[in-house]
């Protein structure tokens, strides 16, 4: 199969900036961690092939700058997007409180066709520290509240990189398949001659 006919399925990486959304993807693509990440300016791309759901697809990852200056970029980088994983860090309460602001702003820019079901997956990164400030328990039911899927986990350690990821991904491919069939529908053809045949008339 040629990547022209593997589906596309874009995901869009918002948080704060320093939550480790750049060490996360390359963690997940690359399998490499490196502390000595600088900040994203504007957006970084990757790309990875993987399977969900017995489907081959092409998973596009954008990781975008988590800083004001840029949010002006998010009408062009957060259309088209497929499904949206928000990050924060769990030894920041500050970043964990700015979910909302990230997930009403994608929204806003993306402008998804029906935004009460668009898909969303939360991570909770930096679980290799201890200074943790935001419990499991109070990521999980924001979570419940607005209806995204939740994982703790550590792009250093490498753990729960790869899950998160893969629900992305299969969210994804669901809002894909809803909203690809519901744009071509299906088309019925009417014979005019059958519609000006008059009703008392056999139609044989």
């Known amino acids: 199969m040629s990547e022209w006919n593997k589906k596309q399925l874009k995901v869009?990486?918002?948080g704060n900036s320093g939550v480790g959304k750049s060490s996360f993807m390359n963690q997940f693509v690359n399998?490499?961690?490196t502390s000595m990440y600088r900040a994203t300016i504007g957006a970084d791309f990757s790309t990875k092939?993987?399977?969900?759901?017995?489907?081959?697809?092409?998973?596009?990852i954008w990781d975008t700058a988590g800083t004001e200056r840029f949010q002006?970029?998010?009408?062009?980088?957060?259309?088209?997007?497929?499904c949206c994983l928000l990050l924060f860090d769990v030894t920041s309460g500050a970043s964990f409180s700015a979910l909302s602001g990230w997930l009403q702003?994608?929204?806003?820019?993306a402008d998804p066709p029906d935004p009460a079901s668009f898909p969303f997956v939360v991570v909770g990164n930096k679980t290799?520290?201890?200074?943790?400030?935001?419990?499991c328990r109070q990521a999980i039911e924001w979570c419940q509240e607005v209806g995204a899927e939740y994982f703790d986990g550590s792009a250093k350690d490498d753990i729960n990189v790869d899950k998160p990821?893969?629900?992305?991904?299969?969210?994804?491919?669901?809002?894909?398949k809803k909203h690809t069939e519901?744009?071509?529908g299906s088309i019925q053809m009417i014979s005019k001659e059958t519609e000006e045949r008059p009703k008392d008339r056999c139609a044989c």
């Open 12 to 14: 869009v990486l918002l």
């Open 31 to 33: 399998h490499r961690f």
């Open 49 to 60: 092939e993987i399977t969900v759901d017995s489907t081959l697809v092409i998973l596009q």
């Open 72 to 82: 002006s970029l998010g009408n062009a980088l957060y259309r088209g997007a497929h």
């Open 105 to 109: 702003e994608f929204l806003l820019q």
């Open 128 to 135: 290799d520290l201890e200074n943790r400030e935001v419990s």
């Open 165 to 176: 990821f893969y629900a992305a991904a299969k969210a994804a491919l669901q809002h894909y």
């Open 182 to 184: 519901e744009t071509t």
